[in-house]
């Protein structure tokens, strides 16, 4: 049900309206659920979100008002706060296109309230789809997103997506037992992390400052005696940077437990974070919109 999901919402993105047509009826079995992978990020899925969308694509805005508003109202009583405020969006499109009295005000007042809670949480994906809204419903070319960001940031994440391409290169090559043989020693998870927290991208950050923590457990083979099982990298978003903390304090914003084989392949970009989610091989305990944006806060 969660793919189902997730094609919906790749067919509305692409404006595929064939494959929407073809996804809907699949949607509309699951309807009263919350859909989501197991570990969850993103917190779920509601299959009416997904279904007013597909209405939309298809050109049925009265049909997607009407299970936008549901979608809505369900979100917010199981406090879906990243799902509550895209169907705000996509709702105040909705009764921009549906047009009848009154539709046009109530199409703002939605749009500033999903604007508003996108800009709390520092949501960018939101604020960028509620920027192009707000074009659609001004009758206004839709923004093109640019982020400026300065040159020192630029070449540091340069620098680390070439280290991810030569890690990746090492990683493919490797099964699970074999990765995990050669990145047990401390010494190379330690290269690894800080690595990682010279790749930090404060713009990605949402002015987030506290510590993130990594718990990393071998599967295939037994942990090495000097294995810490707790790693931690402290983040300073106004001052643009983020470093290693050893040791690793127990109290933290987000820690996320992984399996040493799927760290490294997340490490290498050989590996997407809620792909591995899905495997069973990593967990999140805490903040998970703060999760959320980790890949990106470290130059992913």
Known sequence: PTTVCLLAMAATLA??????????????????????????????????????????????????????RGAVTRADALGLVWLTTLARIDLAIALHRR????????????????????????????????????AELAGREAPVAVRTVGRERQ?????TRGGRRALAGIVRGLDEQALERRFADPRRQRALLRVMARGFQ????????????????????????????????AVDSPGGHARLLEPAP??????????????VRVMAGVE????????????????VILAARLETMFGG
């Open 250 to 263: 127990l109290d933290a914003a987000v820690t996320v437990h992984f399996g040493l084989a799927e760290w």
């Open 99 to 134: 047009g009848e009295p009154g539709d046009e005000q109530a199409a703002r007042e939605m749009l500033a309230a999903g604007r508003t809670i996108a800009e709390r949480y520092g949501m960018r994906w939101a604020i960028d789809l509620a920027d192009r809204a707000e």
């Open 15 to 68: 404006r595929d309206g064939a494959a929407g047509e073809r996804l809907r009826p699949l949607l509309e079995r699951q309807r009263g659920y919350v859909l989501q992978a197991a570990p969850a990020l993103c917190s779920g899925h509601l299959p009416e979100w997904h279904i007013g969308r597909l209405e939309l694509l298809a050109g049925r805005p009265e049909a997607a008002v009407r299970e936008l």
């Open 272 to 287: 997407r974070f809620v792909a591995a989610m899905a495997s069973g091989r990593c967990s999140v305990e805490g903040d």
């Open 155 to 159: 070449v540091r994440a340069l620098t």
């Open 202 to 233: 404060p713009a990605h950050a949402g002015g987030f400052e506290g510590v993130v923590a990594y718990e990393i457990e071998p599967y295939a083979i037994e942990a090495p005696s000097d294995a810490p099982w707790r790693w931690a990298i």
